[in-house]
């Protein structure tokens, strides 16, 4: 069965070091791979997309990688910030032809201590 | 700025009431969702449309209707409210899609409803 699945457990460091997180995912041929932060008590935001022909997508402190042949994706911040603590979601489309349908992994808690 | 809007931020109502949640968009996007979302289950698709009285089931459409008869709004309706539909309700709007996952989805703040 198709499966995306995130790192549960919270993940906690120490300001100015480098989280990454992660994404995997089973039975699924993702054309492109999203990436979202949400912030308690509210709707998900939309931070980066990599297409499966880019190895890797940069914004400012964040960095995103995409391995079709592991079926996974990597999230980094760097120099990660207190404001950084988050959940982040990873989210593809299970499919061709279902008009724009994501389905999003249960978040992995990102925790930055000052 | 994209936005997203949802008609109430928090609601209480009762087992056995009828409950309208409405979502507004100011994007002119063609899809629109509802998901739910509870601790440990992760967003969970209810419904979507993609056009003006088009709808599709999600993965858990039971004891929801939804309704979009104007581009820009999308109502989720509980027919009868039971306390298992007590959750965080969020909206969302995406251009028309290739189906290859490349268009983001806009989100609203969500709507947290407790059946009592």
């Known amino acids: 069965s198709q499966k995306i699945e995130q790192n549960s457990e919270a993940l906690n460091i120490q300001e100015g070091k480098t989280a990454t997180l992660t994404c995997n995912y089973t039975?699924?041929?993702?054309?492109?791979l999203q990436w979202y932060r949400q912030d308690p008590g509210r709707g998900p935001v939309f931070l980066l997309l990599i297409r499966e022909n880019e190895k890797e997508k940069r914004k400012e402190r964040l960095k995103v990688t995409f391995d079709t042949t592991l079926k996974q994706s990597l999230f980094h911040i760097t120099a990660s910030q207190p404001a950084d603590s988050a959940t982040y979601l990873c989210a593809l489309a299970p499919g061709s032809g279902n008009t724009g349908k994501l389905i999003f992994g249960q978040g992995t808690t990102l925790q930055v201590k000052p | 700025d994209v936005k997203v809007t949802q008609s109430s931020r928090y609601l209480v109502k009762r087992t056995g009431e009828k409950v309208f949640l409405e979502c507004v968009q100011d994007?002119?996007?063609?899809?629109m969702f509802w998901y739910r979302q509870d601790p440990g289950l992760g967003l969970r698709l209810i419904y979507f449309?993609?056009?003006?009285?088009?709808?599709e089931k999600g993965d858990i459409p039971e004891g929801y209707s939804v309704s979009r008869e104007k581009k820009e709004r999308f109502s989720l309706i509980l027919e009868s409210a039971s306390t298992n539909q007590t959750s965080m309700y969020l909206c969302a709007s995406s251009l028309w899609s290739t189906g290859q996952g490349g268009e983001t989805q806009y989100f609203g703040p969500g709507t947290r409803l407790l059946v009592l």
């Open positions: 039975n699924y041929s993702p054309a492109y």
């Open positions: 994007m002119d996007h063609e899809n």
């Open positions: 449309s993609y056009d003006v009285k088009m709808k």
